[in-house]
């Protein structure tokens, strides 16, 4: 193996993603409140409707393992939190993710990388720290975490799990996200910025 040159638009998770089929899936949920949805979020949905299993905190592992791909936890040096690797074919087939990460920040680190191949972003360069913060200078890391939320948090059943958890704190814990992307994502889904 060796690191992609990324080719993200024929990856084995666009092939399995089938973005026209998906476009077109019956049962997508509406976005809420009647507010139109991002290009991100829309590709969140569409992955979560072609792989979850409403399980939560979302199952990466399997959502991984139905786009054909990996993930591989090694020590990395600093500032690299993950990269991608691709196979012979040129095509990613493994996320490789910092083992000094938390697990929470693994998950997003994880969900923040299919987003970039969810969107067919080009030229991804190692992902740092900074690449998943509120204050991301590019717009393919923006929409990448905009993507992350969504594919942690789904808006399918969000309201009722708001209702019944009731505190941040306690969301975290269902969904295995950290507080402050809890509140990112709640804050997004009542359209407060």
Not at 87 to 97: A, E, R, Y
Not at 123 to 148: H, K
Request: proline fraction near 5%.
């Amino acid at each position: 193996m060796f690191l992609a040159p990324l080719l993200l638009a024929d990856t084995a998770m666009g092939l399995a993603l089938g973005v026209t089929e998906l476009a077109t899936r019956p049962g997508t949920a509406s976005a809420p409140r009647g507010r139109i949805k991002s290009h991100p979020a829309a590709a969140a949905e569409r992955l979560l409707t072609a792989t979850w299993n409403r399980s939560l905190a979302v199952d990466l592992p399997g959502i991984l393992a139905q786009c054909k791909l990996t993930a591989q936890v090694i020590d990395i040096d600093a500032p690299t939190e993950g990269y991608f690797l691709a196979g012979d074919d040129n095509k990613v087939h493994t996320l490789v993710i910092n083992k000094a990460m938390s697990l929470v920040g693994r998950r997003y680190a994880v969900a923040h990388m299919l987003g970039h191949m969810a969107l067919k972003h080009t030229d991804v360069p190692m992902e740092t720290r900074a690449n998943f913060s509120l204050n991301a200078t590019s717009r393919q890391e923006r929409d990448a975490n905009e993507f992350a939320l969504n594919v942690l948090i789904p808006t399918e059943g969000l309201e009722f799990m708001m209702a019944r958890h009731r505190t941040v704190e306690k969301l975290t814990q269902v969904y295995g996200v950290s507080p402050v992307a809890m509140t990112q994502r709640i804050n997004a889904y009542f359209g407060i910025a």
